[in-house]
C-alpha cells in the first residue's frame, strides 16, 4: 500500500519538475527572442542589436517590466547621460541587512544581435531571481541587476559597485554571468572566474549534492563585469560557458550571434543548477 502510493507519488512529481523547467526554459526562450530581433521587443521594434542609445533605452524598459512582476521594487539607474542600468530589489523574508547580488550584461557590440553575449545571462539571471522571489524563506536580501555598457568597458557594472559601496551595503557575494549558451561537445560544462573562495565551496558544494558531473573549470578570466566589483573589494564570480577551455561560441561580436546559434538546453540545464545554488544560500 506504501509502495503504490510512493510510486504514485513520484509519478506525479516528476512531470510537474519536468514542468516547471519547461515553462522556465520557455520564459528564457521568449526573452532571448524579444532582445535579439527574433521577434519583436514592443509594438514595431524589432531590435537589430543593443548598441545605440535608443535600442538600449528599449532594452532596459522591457527588462524593468519582466522583473517588476516579482520584484519588490524595480528602477532604471540612469547612472551617467548616457548609461542605464536596471535594478530590481527582492526583500529577505526575515529581518538581515546581508545583500546577494545577481547581474548580467544587456548590451551588445554594433549589429550583433548578442544572443551568447549575453541575452543568456540576461535569461539566467532573471530566471535565478524569479525563483529566489519565489521561496518561502530568504535569509538575504537580493539585488538583480541588468548592466549597461560592459562593452565599452565594464562601464555600467563599475558604476554599480561603487554605488554598492556608496551606499555601504552589506553585500556578501556577486555572481555576474556572461556568455552561457554554447556547449558543442555536450558535456555541460561551466567556468567559474576568479571566484572568491566561500563562493566556490558554494558551487562545489552544490554540484555534489545534485550529483550534477558537469566540470566546473577555475579561469582567470577578467574581462567582464565581475571585475568592477572585486576591484572594489567585494567578493565575487563571473559564471560562464567554457569561454577559455575551448567550448566557447564561434559567433562571439558577430552578426551570427543569433537566437538560432543558442543551446538552449545547456542555458537551462545550468539555470537550474543556480537555482539551486541560490536557494542553499537563501536557506
Ligand atoms: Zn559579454
Not at 549589429?111 to 539566467?124: E, I, Q, R, S, W
Request: hydrophobic share 35%.
Amino acid at each position: 500500500m506504501i509502495r503504490t502510493s510512493l510510486s504514485l507519488l513520484l509519478l506525479v512529481l516528476i512531470p510537474l519538475a519536468s514542468f516547471g523547467q519547461q515553462s522556465a526554459l520557455n520564459e528564457q526562450k521568449e526573452l532571448l527572442a524579444r532582445l535579439t530581433g527574433h521577434k519583436p521587443i514592443r509594438a514595431n521594434v524589432q531590435l537589430k542589436d543593443r548598441y545605440t542609445q535608443e535600442s538600449r533605452k528599449i532594452t532596459a524598459e522591457y527588462l524593468k517590466g519582466l522583473i517588476g512582476e516579482f520584484c519588490d521594487e524595480s528602477e532604471i539607474d540612469n547612472y551617467s547621460p548616457t548609461g542605464n542600468n536596471v535594478v530590481g530589489t527582492i526583500f529577505a523574508t526575515s529581518q538581515t541587512d546581508r545583500w546577494i547580488v545577481i547581474g548580467a550584461h544587456y548590451d551588445s557590440v554594433k549589429d550583433c544581435p548578442g544572443a551568447n553575449d549575453n541575452a543568456t545571462g540576461v535569461a539566467l539571471a532573471y530566471s535565478v531571481a524569479k525563483h529566489v522571489a519565489s521561496l518561502e524563506t530568504r535569509n538575504y536580501n537580493l539585488k538583480i541587476v541588468f548592466f549597461d555598457e560592459e562593452e565599452r568597458g565594464l562601464i555600467g557594472s563599475k558604476a554599480y559597485a561603487k554605488k554598492l559601496l556608496e551606499e555601504k551595503l552589506n553585500v556578501i557575494s556577486v555572481h555576474t554571468i556572461d556568455q552561457l549558451g554554447w556547449d558543442e561537445d555536450g558535456d555541460r560544462g561551466i567556468e567559474l572566474e576568479v571566484p572568491a573562495e566561500h563562493i566556490l565551496d558554494l558551487y562545489t558544494k552544490v554540484a555534489g549534492e545534485f550529483n550534477y558531473t558537469f566540470p566546473i573549470q577555475i579561469s582567470d578570466v577578467t574581462s567582464t563585469d565581475h571585475r568592477s566589483f572585486r576591484q572594489l573589494g567585494f567578493a565575487a564570480t563571473g559564471i560562464t560557458e567554457e569561454y577559455k577551455n575551448g567550448d566557447t561560441t564561434p559567433h562571439y561580436h558577430r552578426s551570427t550571434d543569433t537566437y538560432e546559434t543558442v543551446h538552449f538546453e545547456y542555458l537551462s540545464f545550468i539555470t537550474e543548477y543556480v537555482k539551486k545554488v541560490f536557494e542553499d544560500i537563501m536557506r
